[in-house]
């Protein structure tokens, strides 16, 4: 019986369904006990319409290559990305994505490190698989958040940018003059006129120079944008262009070049040294940080910032509001003068 009284008055509910948990209960009247048994009925029962949605037991490389398809084909760098996220899955051990956690990827963080990988690469990886996740569940295509939401990156010793003297600029187009590659240093001369990316530069068309002014269209953020050059290379660059047609793909003639011309850079560091070396010069002579940012097309001022410090005004201030500001400290008049300050300040302010 679901329902009885019991000699001391209260009722005692007993509900089994045919599936189910059991579920008993006792309280003081009969109402409350019907009331109870309604309610636990009507939790048993189900729609015939009713169909669970399964669980999303996709793996990890599934999941990268589904945020490629919907999202990842339509960036610059998606396929590269997706490569690198699919190489990290497949360390990870493919797993079922919504089973992934934060330890097991600071597990393989750490075998990276140890390994010789750098942190901002490995930053990088865990930033675009952070972006996997919260772009599909964004588009709806997975019903759980992020399971590395918490997990922060690395924190490393922020290297400094290295830049080309100008006697490095010399002995790196003296060796760009004796590469059989008529494009590359012209080029080269492009990147170090006007900041672009060495992808940029090799892919300028020749309709986009004209007026002194190049027009770069396949950029990493997809800005075009516009950037003046002097009368000389826009020559150069149209006689190129009309004898020899577009630039031909030369990277690794500029690395040749590199190479032979002496010149030592820090790992990892190659075309985008001469990007490094427009920036810095154009801080260094005079020129603002706003419209550098427009010149080199970046999203963001923060990454400008990075070549402020090569400003002949930057935090001058630390100069003229020292402490030390004004004194020879190596005089015996200011030994004397701070041994007058501080038994002065001792005495209190009254005295002369």
């Known amino acids: 019986m679901a329902i009885e009284q019991l000699p001391d008055g209260r009722w005692k509910v007993d509900v089994e369904p045919v599936k189910g948990k059991r579920f008993r209960k006792i309280v003081k009247t009969k109402a409350e006990a019907l009331r109870f048994e309604a309610m636990r009925r009507a939790e048993c029962i189900q729609p015939a319409s009713w169909n669970p949605k399964p669980k999303d037991n996709r793996r990890l490389s599934e999941v990268i290559q589904r945020w490629y398809d919907l999202h990842g084909h339509a960036i610059t760098s998606g396929q590269r990305r997706t490569n690198a996220l699919k190489l990290m899955a497949k360390r990870l051990g493919d797993p079922v994505a919504r089973k992934l956690t934060g330890s097991a990827v ?3 963080r750490r075998r990276e490190l140890e390994s010789g990988a750098k942190p901002k690469s490995i930053n990088n990886r865990l930033s675009y698989l952070k972006t996997v996740f919260n772009e599909l569940y964004r588009l709806g295509d997975i019903d759980y958040s992020s399971p590395l939401a918490r997990l922060k990156p690395l924190k490393f010793q922020e290297s400094q940018l290295t830049y080309l003297t100008v006697n490095h600029i010399k002995q790196l187009l003296d ?4 590469s059989r590659s008529r494009s590359v240093r012209l080029v080269a001369e492009l990147c170090l006129a006007t900041g672009a990316r060495w ?7 020749p309709e986009l120079v004209r007026n ?4 770069f269209v396949n950029t990493k953020s997809k800005r075009v944008r516009t950037v003046p050059i002097s009368s000389d290379l826009a020559k150069r660059l149209t006689e190129h262009f009309a004898i020899h047609g577009r630039f031909t793909s030369c990277m690794r003639a500029f690395r040749v070049a590199l190479k032979a011309s002496g010149i030592k850079l820090p790992r990892g560091q190659a075309s985008h040294v001469l990007r490094h070396t427009f920036a810095s010069h154009f801080i260094m002579n005079g020129g603002g940080i706003l419209a550098l940012k427009e010149i080199l097309g970046h999203s963001s001022l923060a990454m400008t910032m990075r070549y402020a410090h090569l400003s002949p005004s930057h935090l001058r201030e630390a100069v003229r509001f020292n402490p030390l500001d004004g004194f020879d400290t190596s005089s015996t008049q200011c030994k004397k003068t701070r041994k007058k300050t501080l038994k002065n ?3 209190g302010d009254d005295s002369p």
């Open 212 to 215: 002194d002014t190049v027009t």
């Open 345 to 347: 300040q001792s005495l």
């Open 199 to 205: 992808s940029e530069a090799e892919g300028l068309r």
């Open 175 to 178: 060796a760009l003059d004796g």
């Open 106 to 108: 600071v597990d393989l």
